[in-house]
């Protein structure tokens, strides 16, 4: 299963909207037979990816699964009914299905002379698919916070000044990032002091798409609808979120709903979204925005890019989060770190949030 949940993740960033999932099929010997993860959407699914490796050595054998085998058809079949067809004899689950759209996988396959466990590993599965299942436990999109910052902890230079505090490398992971999500929030501060265009920029794109998705490498990209979280409604009419590139919305507290200090009220506003059918929220805003969200208890992950650089002076990358000692410190559990060209990715769960 742990082998399962580490395929899984080979999806990460082309999966969405559809789960991370994973799956390795053993002999009848239990032998490692197949393997294969749910690679993008629309796409075949993890337990069809590994059953075409093991082809008939997996009659008769074991399908390990992150995540209970679907039982419907949409883009493409249900699962359920192809580890039947290839003669499986056992299914091992992680964490069951809580879409009422595809559930009931495990049901059909006893139905069908199969034996089946569920919930093996189901906290380490559910932490590494927490970006699906999450809004299906919360009725809110998960939210990511990116940020990048130099490695004394500023996301600007005393001046201002913010480009670019990271390499090349580190901004093109952010675009594969963006692709992936389904919506980008920043405050209206960072759009006046950057003007951002928050699309997601790929290399091979075309030049101009004039619409909402364009085409990067062969795969079109759908871009994600930008949130501009502005309280009194104060975004420039020349911003480069304006650009008709992709879909904005400048969320003011009148439209959304005011906290008592007469801000946009943060819960409402991933409410809203939600209604609207968004599930995987990029947070870019700037370090007041991030920790008016820390405060909220609204992050379930952190995505960092820190930079081999000093400056001594000037904003931190992290404003006022509710901390007041030591004690209160947001404790995180890092999930992984790699080099992306000369900087370093942090990716990281607050501990609170780490199940979903």
Not at 167 to 179: K, N, P, S, T, Y
Not at 189 to 204: C, E, I, K, N, S
Not at 332 to 353: E, F, H, K, S
């Amino acid at each position: 299963m742990r082998r399962a949940i580490e395929l899984s993740l080979n999806g990460a960033s082309t999966t969405p909207p559809n789960p991370d999932v994973g799956c390795v099929i053993l002999d009848a010997t239990g032998a490692t037979v197949g393997e294969g993860w749910h690679e993008h959407a629309g796409g075949p699914h993890a337990e069809v990816n590994a059953l075409v490796e093991a082809g008939e050595r997996a009659r008769g054998g074991t399908a390990v699964v992150t995540l209970e085998p679907c039982d419907h058809t949409g883009r493409t079949g249900p699962c359920t009914q192809a580890l039947i067809a290839a003669g499986v004899a056992r299914v091992v689950v992680a964490v069951a299905d809580p879409n009422p759209v595809a559930a009931g996988g495990a049901a059909t396959l006893r139905a069908g002379g199969v034996d089946v466990e569920v919930g093996v590993l189901s906290d380490e599965a559910a932490t590494a698919n927490a970006r699906w299942l999450t809004p299906f436990r919360t009725h809110r999109p998960f939210v990511v916070w990116k940020f990048a910052a130099t490695l004394d902890g500023r996301s600007a230079a005393a001046d201002g000044t913010s480009r670019w505090i990271t390499g090349a490398e580190a901004r093109a992971d952010v675009h594969r990032l963006r692709a992936a999500v389904d919506t980008v929030i920043v405050g209206s501060g960072t759009v006046r002091a950057d003007d951002p265009q928050l699309t997601a920029r790929l290399d091979g794109e075309a030049a101009d798409v004039g619409g909402a998705s364009s085409r990067a490498g062969g795969r079109v990209v759908d871009q994600p609808l930008r949130v501009v979280v502005d309280s009194a409604g104060t975004t420039p009419a020349t911003a480069r979120v304006r650009d008709g590139r992709a879909e904005t919305w400048i969320a003011t507290a009148d439209e959304v709903g005011a906290t008592p200090d007469g801000r946009v009220d943060l819960a409402r506003l991933l409410d809203r979204l939600y209604a609207r059918g968004r599930r995987y929220v990029l947070l870019e805003g700037g370090p007041t925005l991030a920790g008016a969200f820390w405060r909220a208890g609204l992050i379930d992950r952190v995505v960092g890019y820190v930079a081999p650089a000093l400056l001594g002076a000037g904003p931190a990358a992290l404003a006022d989060a509710g901390v007041n000692t030591i004690d209160a410190a947001i404790r995180l559990d890092v999930a992984d770190v790699r080099m992306v060209g000369p900087d370093l990715r942090i990716t990281a769960t607050p501990q609170v949030n780490r199940k979903a």
